[in-house]
């Protein structure tokens, strides 16, 4: 039969807005997160990570955000530009891999528009 | 330094033959992963190795796959023999302190088994 792909939900905003994507991640007993953008034809390039005993953590133009209650995790972009347009993967590192694989999430898609 | 160096950047081939990927992590880097990605799965490891040795390598796929680190500065990823269902982007990167710490990724493998 034929395959179907992941479904990759789209965020589109114009280019000064402040972006937000959300990511629910799996394992509450995660020690490490981490925010990856990727865009089309390169591999996933690190933006900021956090770890599990920090509730936010901010870095160039992006803020992390931990909401270890409900398992969420959130990657803020301010002043969006096109440059930014890729796919975020969130990956946080679960407790029954003994924290060590990096397990990725299915990304979302940014679209800025100018 | 460079980053991740992989190589080929694209490769074609045929079912049933010997594909091998290459690797070069980041100087100074302890660990290396190798990740693919498709669409129906995401990004998912492979294998890692820890100066040299391979510690995890319980995402490979089956015994057609084989993963080699003769030395800190290179890596090999081998199928033999290939199959369709191989087609993916192959992904090396290389880390400081391993999977909890920020990894640099390569620019990916291209592969394509017809």
């Known amino acids: 039969g034929e395959s179907v792909g992941l479904h990759l939900p789209t965020l589109s905003v114009q280019e000064g807005d402040n972006s937000i994507i959300n990511c629910a991640y799996s394992n509450s007993a995660s020690d490490y997160f981490i925010w990856y953008k990727q865009e089309s034809g390169k591999g996933p390039q690190f933006i900021i990570d956090?770890?599990?005993?920090?509730d936010k953590r901010q870095g160039q133009r992006v803020t992390v955000l931990l909401n270890k209650t409900v398992k969420h995790l959130s990657l803020q972009i301010a002043a969006t530009q096109p440059g930014d347009s890729a796919v975020y993967f969130c990956a946080e590192t679960p407790m029954n891999t003994g924290f060590q694989k990096l397990v990725f999430g299915t990304g979302t898609r940014l679209l800025v528009s100018p | 330094d460079a980053g991740v160096i992989q190589s080929p950047r694209h490769e074609v081939t045929e079912m049933g033959q010997e594909v091998t990927l290459r690797c070069k992590p980041i100087?100074?880097?302890?660990?290396l992963f190798w990740y693919r990605q498709t669409m129906m799965r995401g990004l998912e490891l492979l294998i890692y190795f820890n100066n040299n040795v391979p510690i995890d390598d319980s995402g490979m796929p089956e015994d057609r796959f084989s993963a080699k680190m003769p030395n800190a500065s290179f890596s090999t990823l081998k199928i033999q023999p290939s199959e369709p269902r191989d087609s993916a982007v192959y992904f090396c990167?290389?880390?400081?302190?391993?999977?909890?710490?920020?990894?640099?990724f390569g620019q990916g493998t291209r592969l394509t088994v017809v």
């Open positions: 956090i770890r599990s005993n920090m």
């Open positions: 100087s100074g880097h302890d660990y």
């Open positions: 990167a290389s880390s400081l302190r391993g999977l909890n710490t920020e990894a640099f």
